[in-house]
């Protein structure tokens, strides 16, 4: 019989597998419009969603006192996911993947305006030392003038408003419920897209990617929380920087992105610093929202 902590660890590597295959379908479906991929990659993201609603719920599931709030993590998550998928299909896959591992240090400064949280100077260092290993990542947008790599932190600001609002609402809100507003918001956002841009009609192919980019966006998602729910964050949170191990196998095979220097050593350093902040975070009790959506 397997420990709760070896059950979640291997939700985390499911996790991390799920969010890998996800980031190369997008990549890989960059001929079509971003609205249409947000749509269907939320619209087939409802699948998973519905098999963890208890069957006791099922008629009062989507019950909330506080629809305004939903309505922010959804435009919030929306916005992330779309600075997310430009990023994606504009840059080498492991700069957008290193790049998103900074969530947390944005969470930490969110943290300190919209909640009034003290952040003691482990937590400052870390902060600084994240966005020195953000800045050698983007290096290249100095060089060669490359505005795409400013998505990824502007995923990573948007982030951090998910990840505020999500503290709130899990407060009241079943995992469930958060999850369904988020999914329904961002399904209608994207589908709103169909009327001034030319979506395209995909072929069987196509289709078969998109189904997969919907089902492991939303069942990454599940296996994640329910990692954070099973097994100790310490143990859990270092599994999830694989993803840069097979961003970087991936990006080469694929797509022949061979990593600079540069992207990795500061890739070390945000790694470093969300480790650093996720400990933080635990050692004081507070939710750990991982730094993906």
Same mark, same amino acid.
């Given at each position: 019989?397997?420990?709760?902590?070896?059950i @979640?660890?291997?939700?985390?590597v $499911?996790?991390?597998?799920?969010f890998s295959?996800?980031?190369?379908?997008v990549?890989?479906?960059?001929?079509y419009?971003?609205?249409?991929?947000?749509?269907?990659?939320?619209?087939?993201?409802? !699948?998973?969603?519905?098999?963890?609603?208890?069957?006791?719920? !099922?008629?009062?599931?989507?019950?909330?006192s506080?629809?305004?709030?939903?309505a922010?993590?959804?435009?919030?998550?929306?916005?992330a !996911?779309?600075?997310?998928?430009?990023?994606?299909r504009?840059l080498?896959?492991a700069?957008?993947?290193?790049?998103t591992f900074g @969530?947390?240090?944005?969470?930490?400064?969110?943290s300190?305006?919209?909640?009034?949280?003290?952040v $003691?100077?482990k937590?400052? +260092?870390?902060?600084?030392? $994240?966005?020195?290993?953000?800045?050698l990542i983007?290096?290249?947008?100095? /060089? =060669?003038?490359?505005?795409?790599? /400013?998505?990824?932190?502007?995923?990573?600001?948007f982030?951090?408003?998910v990840?505020?609002?999500?503290?709130?609402l899990?407060k009241?809100e079943?995992?469930y419920? !958060?999850?369904?507003?988020?999914?329904?918001?961002?399904?209608?956002? @994207?589908?709103?897209?169909?009327?001034? +841009? =030319?979506?395209?009609m995909?072929?069987? /192919?196509?289709f078969?990617?998109f189904f997969?980019?919907?089902?492991?966006g939303?069942?990454?998602? *599940?296996?994640l929380?329910?990692?954070y729910r099973?097994?100790?964050?310490?143990?859990?949170?270092?599994?999830?920087? *694989? +993803? *840069?191990?097979?961003? /970087?196998?991936?990006g080469?095979?694929?797509? +022949?992105?061979?990593?600079?220097?540069?992207?990795?050593l $500061?890739?070390?350093?945000?790694?470093?610093?969300?480790?650093i902040?996720?400990?933080?975070e635990?050692?004081?009790?507070?939710?750990?929202?991982?730094p993906?959506?």
């Open positions: 019989m397997l420990t709760q902590n070896q @979640g660890v291997l939700y985390m $499911g996790s991390v597998i799920c295959i996800m980031d190369i379908c990549k890989w479906l960059d001929y419009p971003v609205g249409q991929v947000l749509f269907l990659r939320f619209f087939i993201g409802f !699948i998973p969603i519905f098999f963890i609603i208890p069957k006791d719920k !099922i008629f009062s599931f989507y019950k909330t506080r629809p305004g709030l939903h922010f993590r959804a435009i919030s998550g929306a916005l !996911i779309i600075a997310l998928f430009l990023g994606l504009e080498p896959l700069d957008v993947v290193s790049l @969530g947390p240090i944005f969470v930490t400064i969110a300190i305006f919209f909640l009034s949280e003290k $003691g100077i937590r400052w +260092s870390a902060v600084f030392l $994240g966005f020195v290993g953000m800045l983007v290096q290249p947008a100095f /060089i =060669d003038v490359n505005y795409y790599y /400013i998505t990824p932190i502007v995923f990573c600001i982030f951090a408003c990840a505020i609002s999500v503290r709130s899990s009241t079943a995992n419920t !958060i999850a369904f507003y988020f999914t329904l918001l961002c399904s209608l956002l @994207g589908l709103g897209t169909i009327f001034f +841009s =030319d979506w395209i995909p072929t069987f /192919i196509d078969v990617l997969v980019l919907g089902l492991c939303s069942v990454a998602n *599940l296996l929380t329910q990692s099973l097994a100790e964050a310490s143990l859990v949170t270092p599994i999830k920087y *694989l +993803s *840069l191990v097979f961003a /970087i196998i991936f080469y095979f694929i797509w +022949s992105e061979v990593p600079k220097i540069l992207t990795l $500061g890739a070390s350093l945000v790694i470093a610093s969300s480790l902040i996720f400990m933080r635990n050692k004081l009790k507070k939710q750990i929202i991982a993906r959506t």
